[in-house]
């Protein structure tokens, strides 16, 4: 029997809005993540709006997500291996 896989996981994030106004006093985003078999697709959603200073925001974020994705991944394999 194959051991499970991850299928599916949704990452949720606030932060303060920002300055010009543009956005709501709370931005909130969605990141869902999907497994498609070859790997994780990424649907970003916000009915918010989402501000970033600049792209490194954007890059650490997704790297939290990968991380986060990595040991829910481990953690699954680890408890399946302790059952038998």
Known sequence: MEKPKLYKACFEFTQEGNYNGTTQDIEELSIHCENSGDGFFFVLETETGWSVDDVKE???????????????????????????
């Open 58 to 84: 954007l890059q650490e974020l997704f790297a939290k997500v990968e991380n986060s994705l990595a040991q829910l991944e481990n953690k699954s394999l680890e408890t399946n291996s302790e059952k038998q």
